[in-house]
């Protein structure tokens, strides 16, 4: 595997530069070549400074990522040998760094590795749950299928990220107008207006006062300001980067007043949705568990499959531990309990699964409308204060004369 820069011409002679990943200069040569360029020069850039910045700056996303696990499905369904699906992913893949990470993954199934060992190699893109997927798939000769669940699951789970980020759009837009408005009043528009009532002499109110204040402070010293704030962003990033500031902050998301129940949502339709897609694969319970507390991405969430790991380990029951947690659902055990008497708790995890999804796409539809008055009354509560602070004020002296 490696990375070239090449230049090339199309067929009617315009010149092409570019830098692509590939298994080998023949193999990229042959690839420009079914794209009808006629390759002028091909040169080694692994240690390019291109090269590298591309690494840096391309982040895998989660639409990339669905999009990989789809492609790659269909061929193995289609019995495309993987390492020929993967050659063919190498070309079809956009993403640069998804692309060299691909290319590693083909490189290393050439040389006769497994593919779930291959993946495993690079976390940051293909977490445990898509990694013990795939092993179960080697293990039962069932890739095609586990692959198709994988692709399943990688959608949903971008989709619904992809509906938090939409439904955040708006109020975050708002907030942040309101924040840069209401600064650049302060700092340009205020002075003039309140220069003039300390001219005046008379005895101002105390919000007049207060306002006056704020907005002398701003003048002098918003890049103090700015600074501060920048200091505490990343003193916050460095908390969360710690095993305790990660699980307070996980603790208060679930138990916000409009955010709390839609964090909770999300967070059992993963863990249901995880465990369930497992189960399918033919992953041990006490295995998937292990796999399922990792990917939960919420702290709170993977202490208490990791107690219900060991209350299995222990002989109990999965829906055992869940039962006297306070912050699951009733629902959740009562359903794995019926799972587990049946012996269909992979469709019941479904069905668990399905409700959740739609509890939690009601909530994200309806996040806009619950915002709306609580952003209008912030802003009328600022509106009033500027009004009374300033605009009175300024009316009471002008009757004066």
Known sequence: MAIFRYKAKNSKGRTKNGLDVAMSEADLLQRLR?????????????????????LLLNRVSGKDLAIFSRQFAVMISANVPVVESLV????????????QVVAEVAFEVTAGGLLSDSLMRHPKIFDNF???????????????EVLEYLADQTEKSYDTA?????????????????????????????P?????????GTELPMTTKIIIAASDFLTQY???????????????RLYLKTDKGRRNWDSLSLRLPIFGKLVNYIVLTRFTRSLSTLLKGGVTITKSLEVVSGVVSNKVYEDILLR????????????????????????????????????????VLDSVTGFYTRESDKMLSNLSSLMEPLI??????????????????????????
């Open 376 to 401: 209008m009354v912030i802003m009328g509560i600022g509106v009033g204060i500027m009004v009374a602070a300033v605009i009175m004020p300024m009316y009471n002296m002008a009757t004066q004369f």
């Open 88 to 99: 063919i992913l190498i070309e079809q893949t956009s993403n640069f760094k998804l692309k």
């Open 130 to 144: 898509f990694v013990n997927m795939v092993k179960s798939g080697e293990a039962s000769g069932k890739l095609d």
């Open 308 to 347: 219900t790991l060991q209350s299995i380990q222990d002989g109990n029951s999965l829906s055992t531990v869940m039962n006297t947690e306070a912050i699951v659902p009733k629902m959740i055990p009562q359903m794995i309990a019926v799972g587990e008497r049946t012996g269909k708790l992979d469709v």
């Open 192 to 200: 003039s207006l309140t220069g003039m009532l300390e001219e005046s």
């Open 222 to 236: 918003l890049w103090l300001l700015i600074v501060l704030l920048i200091g505490v962003v990343f003193l916050i």
């Open 162 to 190: 992809s509906k938090v980020k939409g439904a955040m759009i708006y109020p975050v837009f708002v907030s942040v107008a309101m924040v840069v408005v209401g600064v650049i009043l302060m700092v340009k528009i205020l």
């Open 34 to 54: 079914r794209q009808n360029l006629d390759v002028v020069s091909l040169v080694l850039a692994d240690n390019s400074l291109e090269a590298k910045l591309n």
